[in-house]
Nanobody, 124 residues
Framework: VQLQAFGGGLVQAGGSLRLACTVS????????MGWFRQAPGKEREFVAF????????WYTDSVKGRFTISRDNAKNTVYLQMNSLQPEDTAVYYC??????????????????WGQGTEVTVSS
């Protein structure tokens, strides 16, 4: 499985960005697609995940109401719409996939494959 994330950039506080992550290869057993981020000097943290079927989503508290995760299975793509961006959202954003069921997806452990990351910088 290969993941490629893109859509990052420099934006002013209050602005918006839309990240996308395309998935190729062995995709049929993907169960969950997630987004994580890592700020300089900090550990990688969970942002959001979505199940590949159905509509179940989950967000970390700091992005609820501002970020929206969605997917297009026909395109094997997961998106992260980020609105009302703040300087504290500055990080490298990574997409990831998990084939495990019934796991705790708000940490990195269940995820099998990762994209290369796309950098988001929010200026104040």
């Amino acid at each position: 499985v290969q993941l490629q994330a893109f859509g990052g950039g420099l934006v002013q506080a209050g602005g918006s960005l839309r990240l996308a992550c395309t998935v190729s290869g062995r995709t049929f057993d993907i169960y969950v697609m997630g987004w994580f981020r890592q700020a300089p000097g900090k550990e990688r943290e969970f942002v959001a995940f979505i199940r590949r079927s159905g509509s179940s989503t989950w967000y970390t508290d700091s992005v609820k109401g501002r970020f929206t995760i969605s997917r297009d299975n026909a395109k094997n793509t997961v998106y992260l719409q980020m609105n009302s961006l703040q300087p504290e959202d500055t990080a490298v954003y990574y997409c990831a996939t998990s084939s495990r069921r019934g796991d705790y997806y708000a940490n990195t452990a269940p995820y099998d494959y990762w994209g290369q990351g796309t950098e988001v910088t929010v200026s104040s």
